[in-house]
Nanobody
Framework: QLQASGGGLVQAGGSLRLSCAISGGTFSRYTVGWFRQAPGKEREPVATICRSGYTDYTDSVKGRFTGSRDNAKKTVYLQMNSLKPEDTALYFC???????????????????WGQGTQVTVSS
């Protein structure tokens, strides 16, 4: 089970930190992804946090967003800085059991999903 939290309303240029608490399974075996979906648009990947802690980002958030994981707390984070109105969306976390060398997770994959947390950035 995945529980996302931390969304809210913030002005452009502000920051938010999203959390995704994961229960069940073996946390250290999960590759975790953050995705977002704006109204009328498809769900898109934002960040991937690998089992090793390595992170990857979509181009539009590079340099502004930072993903991390705390294996002891079984929680994954997404620190979002310099937020822009175009970052407004419902943000989801997803997890997939992977082998160590596999750090891939897609919106259409066989993932566990959280319920989403709304991020709204005002201009």
């Amino acid at each position: 089970q995945l529980q996302a939290s931390g969304g809210g309303l913030v002005q452009a240029g502000g920051s938010l930190r999203l959390s995704c608490a994961i229960s069940g399974g073996t946390f250290s075996r999960y590759t975790v992804g953050w995705f977002r979906q704006a109204p009328g648009k498809e769900r898109e990947p934002v960040a991937t946090i690998c089992r090793s802690g390595y992170t990857d980002y979509t181009d539009s958030v590079k340099g502004r967003f930072t993903g991390s994981r705390d294996n002891a707390k079984k929680t994954v984070y997404l620190q979002m800085n310099s937020l822009k109105p175009e970052d407004t969306a419902l943000y989801f976390c997803a997890a997939r059991n992977t082998i160590q060398s596999d750090c891939s997770i897609t919106a259409t994959g066989n993932n566990y999903w959280g319920q989403g947390t709304q991020v709204t950035v005002s201009s």
